[in-house]
């Protein structure tokens, strides 16, 4: 849930000010003496082994420069014992009283995907999808940022930054790479070729954790116009869901002279004061089905906005309490008529989670929604083009007459027939033709 209008925050503020301001607008908001001595010191002996460089800190990250430097995965093999290790030795709560999913993932389903991510799921295989692509880390304003970046062989190839967000990865978009980057093997022209650049946001997957206040969606945008100059484009593209979608948003109001153009398959383009009659039934639609993640399905936001280090000491110390905080969001949020693994197999799914859990990333990956704790989902006007893409199992469809309100030079909106709040991750070509469609149109109306 976000907001990404700038435009109150512009004026006679400090520009830290606006950044503040900004920031916050954007996406959603008795023991006595000696024997207190004695007991502190104890305390602090007992406490010694929990100290976070002596403890689970055994994947380090390489220190980060100005310069471009490539990166590999490789996760000790120390890291993957002690997973198998907590999965195997899990305290299991009691059972559910419902037949449902109403009070939250069931234990059967809990338990047989712990399982398997216990017993057969192969994190060394996905380590190797990973090497086998071009990952790099750069300083940027402090920060190591972690990111993929392939280039296509076809000359004249696009540049595309694709924004994640949570609970997703770069994982979301490792399906689309091969299409987007080589096109004439995948039903394509050469016209349709993109090189892609992957971020890895701040306080996720290899990405540096921000050990202060401020990296907001305003600053992790800037941020990406950073990285795009430091590689070289020109001219670019930006797309994004959930958070990426709040970054990409942000990217279209700051507008940088090289951004081309956005994508979005999450939308944000609530009126700021909802009319209370005369809706259209798309209007409708989309008040209905905000009210109901606010009403039901926004408890994870709730945490992670107002307590991200509380529930981040239950996410970091049990795998199983990962899994099934996210595996929650697989089942709610995928086009799979409530089963996940018909869209996603159970390795895609434990892929992702794998990242979160052996970059012990749960809490600074949380406190994304700290940082932008206040909001709504009205976005604020945009002038840049904007290509939208509405996937029907998105959290709320957009309706076209609020998205022509809302981007003033809308050049492409479709209803996409399947798909959900993961739409490159569940429906890799369908997402891949959207985007060829959304930027050709863009790239139509620039002048020649």
């Not at 559910?96 to 809990?110: I, K, S, Y």
């Not at 692509?133 to 004249?156: A, C, M, W, Y």
């Not at 609970?167 to 016209?191: C, M, N, Q, R, Y």
């Not at 945008?221 to 593209?237: F, P, Q, S, T």
């Amino acid at each position: 849930m976000t907001n990404t209008n700038p435009q109150a925050a512009i004026g006679t503020e400090s520009e830290s000010d606006t950044q503040v301001n900004l920031g916050r607008r954007l996406m959603f908001r008795s023991v006595g003496g000696l024997a207190a001595l004695a007991g502190s010191a104890l305390l602090a002996n007992d406490l010694a082994w929990a100290a976070p460089e002596e403890q689970s800190a055994r994947l380090a990250l390489p220190r980060a420069s100005s310069a471009i430097t490539p990166f590999r995965v490789a996760v000790p093999q120390a890291d993957l014992d002690d997973l198998r290790r907590r999965l195997a030795h899990t305290r299991w709560p009691d059972k559910e009283t419902v037949a449902d999913w109403t009070q939250g993932v069931p234990l059967a389903q809990v338990q047989s995907l712990a399982g398997y991510w216990q017993r057969k799921y192969d994190w060394r295989r996905f380590e190797r999808t990973l090497n086998a692509l071009p990952q790099f880390r750069t300083e940027i304003d402090g920060l190591g940022i972690h990111f993929i970046h392939v280039r296509s062989k076809h000359e004249n190839a696009t540049p595309l930054l694709l924004t994640h967000g949570w609970p997703g990865s770069i994982v979301e978009f490792i399906k689309v790479i091969p299409l987007l980057t080589d096109p004439t093997a995948h039903g394509g022209s050469a016209d349709d070729a993109f090189d892609v650049i992957i971020p890895s946001l701040p306080g996720f997957g290899f990405s540096d954790k921000p050990t202060g206040t401020g990296w907001n969606v305003v600053r992790i945008a800037k941020a990406w116009i950073l990285l795009m100059e430091r590689l070289g484009y020109a001219k670019w593209y930006a797309q994004g869901g959930d958070w990426g979608a709040g970054v990409t948003t942000v990217l279209g109001h700051l507008r940088p002279p090289a951004l081309m153009g956005i994508h979005l398959n999450w939308q944000f383009v609530f009126p700021e004061k909802i009319p209370t009659a005369g809706l259209s039934a798309e209007e409708q639609r989309a008040v209905d089905a905000a009210a109901k993640f606010l009403n039901d399905g926004s408890g994870y936001f709730r945490m992670q906005t107002t307590r991200p280090q509380t529930i981040g000491y239950s996410l970091s110390d049990s795998p199983v309490g990962l899994l099934s905080f996210i595996y929650d969001k697989f089942h709610e949020w995928t086009d799979s008529d409530g089963n996940p693994e018909n869209v996603l197999t159970r390795d895609e799914m434990l892929d992702d989670i794998s990242l979160y859990w052996l970059t012990d990333t749960a809490a600074s990956s949380a406190r994304i929604y700290w940082e932008d704790s206040t909001g709504s989902f009205s976005g604020g006007k945009l002038s840049l083009p904007v290509a939208a893409s509405v996937f029907p199992h998105e959290i709320f469809r957009a309706p076209r007459s609020w998205a022509e309100q809302t981007y003033t030079n809308l050049v492409y909106f479709n209803e996409v027939e399947r798909g959900g709040h993961f739409a490159a991750f569940e429906q890799p070509t369908l997402f891949v033709k959207e985007l060829r469609a959304g930027i050709g149109a863009m790239r139509r109306q620039q002048p020649k």
